[in-house]
């Protein structure tokens, strides 16, 4: 899994775009049907290991999890490290270098409700340990003004631009902004912190991927939907199956061996 080639997704042609798995079989079943790269979502793995998202998944669970979906894939992953699991910046840098040895090429790392001071702090101390240890990190902070309403129109854009400046003097590489879904504040966004990428999430009614590209959006992330779709789908094919009706789940199953064969010696490690 190469972090120069994750890097170069970034640049083109075209959006990256990146599908989020949550566990080892979503994250194998995604890589063969021909994603580039992988990124995890911390609500869907933290639910399917049994915890809320949030950062409430403990450190060992995710590891545990990150090392299962290494061994099987070859695209390079990215790890959704949500606020990373502690307050305390070097927390923070050790979890990440245990995800470097992993075999990771990028977190996302968040501020979410908290403070730009410490996520800036937290940055700062992932590159300095990353660069002592001779490796390569992307490191994408995804900052909450949209997501979060912690401001709107002018002032939000205004708001993430002063985020972004200061988390690029911390070491970042990328900025993900969940929430964001109008086109001129992309484009305005995308503008100002180039040649950083400007990563956005899929929501409903986003503008189309032609139009993401126009805005200067570099890469577009499913983030927790297809965590939900999956459960939702499995929410109503239980339902119904509980209600006495079998016949919706093998309307659009997939294929016993064809999955089976996605884990065949000769595709894992």
Not at 98 to 121: K, T
Not at 198 to 204: F, G, K, R, S, T
């Amino acid at each position: 899994m190469s972090i120069q080639l994750f890097r170069s997704l970034h640049l083109g042609p075209g959006l990256l775009l990146l599908p989020n798995a949550w566990d080892v079989g979503t994250a194998r079943l995604i890589e063969s049907l021909g994603a580039k790269a992988i990124a995890t979502t911390s609500a869907g793995l933290a639910w399917a290991r049994g915890y809320p998202d949030g950062n409430a998944l403990p450190e060992d669970q995710l590891l545990a999890a990150i090392r299962a979906i290494a061994r099987v894939i070859r695209v390079p992953l990215s790890t959704d490290i949500e606020a990373g699991y502690s307050d305390e910046p070097d927390a923070v840098a050790s979890l990440v270098t245990r995800l470097l040895d992993i075999g990771v090429v990028g977190i996302n790392i968040e501020d979410g409700a908290g403070s730009p001071d410490l996520l800036c702090e937290k940055i700062t101390a992932i590159r300095e340990r990353v660069a002592r240890s001779r490796g390569d990190l992307f490191i994408n902070v995804r900052t909450d003004v949209y997501l979060r309403a912690i401001a709107a129109g002018e002032a939000a854009i205004e708001e993430v631009l002063r985020r972004a400046d200061r988390y690029r003097a911390a070491g970042c590489d990328g900025l993900f902004v969940p929430g964001l879904v109008a086109a001129e504040a992309m484009a305005r966004i995308s503008t100002a912190i180039a040649p950083m990428p400007l990563n956005i999430m899929a929501v409903p009614n986003l503008p189309s991927t032609e139009a993401l590209e126009r805005s200067g959006v570099r890469r577009l992330s499913a983030g927790s939907s297809l965590a939900q779709a999956a459960l939702g789908r499995t929410s109503h094919l239980v339902s119904g199956f509980l209600a006495g009706r079998m016949s919706e789940m093998f309307e659009v199953s997939a294929d016993y061996s064809a999955v089976n064969r996605l884990f065949a010696s000769k595709n894992c490690g």
